[in-house]
Protein backbone atom coordinates (compact mmCIF):
# COMPACT_ATOMS: atom_id res chain seq x y z
CA UNK A 1 0.00 0.00 0.00
CA UNK A 2 2.91 2.48 1.00
CA UNK A 3 5.17 1.54 -1.76
CA UNK A 4 7.71 4.13 -2.43
CA UNK A 5 7.63 3.80 -6.02
CA UNK A 6 3.76 4.18 -6.40
CA UNK A 7 3.97 7.86 -4.27
CA UNK A 8 4.25 10.86 -6.58
CA UNK A 9 6.55 13.52 -5.81
CA UNK A 10 4.34 16.34 -4.71
CA UNK A 11 5.53 20.13 -4.98
CA UNK A 12 4.01 23.10 -3.93
CA UNK A 13 2.13 24.50 -1.11
CA UNK A 14 -1.16 22.54 0.60
CA UNK A 15 -4.09 24.77 0.80
CA UNK A 16 -4.10 25.33 4.57
CA UNK A 17 -0.62 26.22 3.94
CA UNK A 18 -1.77 29.31 1.60
CA UNK A 19 -4.70 30.03 3.97
CA UNK A 20 -2.40 30.45 6.85
CA UNK A 21 0.37 32.56 4.92
CA UNK A 22 -2.68 35.09 3.71
CA UNK A 23 -4.04 35.49 7.03
CA UNK A 24 -0.82 36.64 8.28
CA UNK A 25 -0.50 38.97 5.25
CA UNK A 26 -3.73 40.26 6.16
CA UNK A 27 -3.19 40.88 9.87
CA UNK A 28 -0.01 42.87 8.97
CA UNK A 29 -1.73 44.61 6.37
CA UNK A 30 -4.21 45.96 8.90
CA UNK A 31 -1.62 47.04 11.53
CA UNK A 32 0.65 48.59 8.38
CA UNK A 33 -2.08 50.83 6.84
CA UNK A 34 -3.22 52.84 9.21
CA UNK A 35 0.16 53.85 9.77
CA UNK A 36 1.16 54.51 6.48
CA UNK A 37 -1.91 57.01 6.48
CA UNK A 38 -0.53 58.91 8.96
CA UNK A 39 2.63 59.20 7.87
CA UNK A 40 1.29 60.94 5.01
CA UNK A 41 -1.23 63.28 6.46
CA UNK A 42 2.06 64.17 8.69
CA UNK A 43 3.85 64.71 5.46
CA UNK A 44 1.00 66.90 4.66
CA UNK A 45 0.89 68.80 7.62
CA UNK A 46 4.62 69.78 7.32
CA UNK A 47 4.50 70.69 3.90
CA UNK A 48 2.14 73.21 4.52
CA UNK A 49 4.23 74.51 7.78
CA UNK A 50 7.27 74.59 5.81
CA UNK A 51 5.34 76.55 3.00
CA UNK A 52 3.64 78.98 5.76
CA UNK A 53 7.70 79.38 6.70
CA UNK A 54 8.61 80.59 3.53
CA UNK A 55 5.62 82.59 2.82
CA UNK A 56 6.86 84.09 6.17
CA UNK A 57 10.48 84.78 5.42
CA UNK A 58 9.29 86.30 1.43
CA UNK A 59 7.01 88.87 3.80
CA UNK A 60 10.19 89.41 6.18
CA UNK A 61 12.35 89.91 2.87
CA UNK A 62 9.82 92.23 1.45
CA UNK A 63 9.32 94.29 4.50
CA UNK A 64 13.00 95.17 4.99
CA UNK A 65 13.12 95.60 1.55
CA UNK A 66 10.18 97.87 1.46
CA UNK A 67 9.59 99.46 4.17
CA UNK A 68 6.34 97.38 5.18
CA UNK A 69 4.67 98.15 1.89
CA UNK A 70 2.95 95.00 0.73
CA UNK A 71 0.11 95.52 -2.28
CA UNK A 72 -3.36 94.33 -1.59
CA UNK A 73 -5.37 92.59 -3.97
CA UNK A 74 -7.04 95.62 -5.88
CA UNK A 75 -3.10 97.52 -6.09
CA UNK A 76 -1.87 93.99 -8.28
CA UNK A 77 -5.00 93.79 -10.38
CA UNK A 78 -4.50 97.22 -11.15
CA UNK A 79 -1.09 96.46 -12.37
CA UNK A 80 -2.87 95.19 -15.77
CA UNK A 81 -1.27 92.14 -17.60
CA UNK A 82 1.94 91.72 -18.38
CA UNK A 83 1.74 89.40 -21.17
CA UNK A 84 3.21 91.44 -23.46
CA UNK A 85 5.37 93.68 -21.59
CA UNK A 86 8.86 93.49 -21.24
CA UNK A 87 10.88 92.53 -18.07
CA UNK A 88 12.01 96.06 -17.92
CA UNK A 89 8.39 97.43 -18.52
CA UNK A 90 6.99 95.35 -15.89
CA UNK A 91 10.15 96.10 -13.16
CA UNK A 92 9.28 99.89 -14.35
CA UNK A 93 5.50 99.37 -13.59
CA UNK A 94 5.94 97.29 -9.88
CA UNK A 95 8.72 100.57 -8.86
CA UNK A 96 5.88 102.95 -9.68
CA UNK A 97 3.16 101.16 -7.81
CA UNK A 98 5.61 100.52 -5.17
CA UNK A 99 6.36 104.08 -5.08
CA UNK A 100 2.70 104.44 -4.45
CA UNK A 101 2.35 102.32 -1.59
CA UNK A 102 4.28 103.70 0.88
CA UNK A 103 1.36 104.32 2.94
CA UNK A 104 0.29 100.92 3.18
CA UNK A 105 1.46 98.41 5.86
CA UNK A 106 1.43 95.10 7.32
CA UNK A 107 0.35 95.85 11.02
CA UNK A 108 0.90 93.15 12.48
CA UNK A 109 4.34 91.59 10.39
CA UNK A 110 6.43 91.86 13.79
CA UNK A 111 3.90 89.84 15.55
CA UNK A 112 4.03 87.07 12.90
CA UNK A 113 7.66 87.38 12.76
CA UNK A 114 7.97 86.92 16.47
CA UNK A 115 4.79 84.32 17.11
CA UNK A 116 4.56 82.57 14.00
CA UNK A 117 1.49 81.82 12.19
CA UNK A 118 -0.63 80.42 14.42
CA UNK A 119 -1.93 77.00 13.56
CA UNK A 120 -5.84 76.04 14.66
CA UNK A 121 -5.56 72.88 13.01
CA UNK A 122 -4.03 71.46 16.27
CA UNK A 123 -1.09 70.07 14.63
Known sequence: MNNPKNKK?????????????IAIIGILA???????????????TAKEKSDARTLLSAIKAYDASASSTIPDTTTISSLG????????????????H??????????????????????????
Open 9 to 21: KRKGFTLIELIIV
Open 81 to 96: SFNDATINDAVTQITA
Open 30 to 44: VMIIPQVIGYTSKAT
Open 98 to 123: DTALSTQTVANLDSIATNGINNTTGN
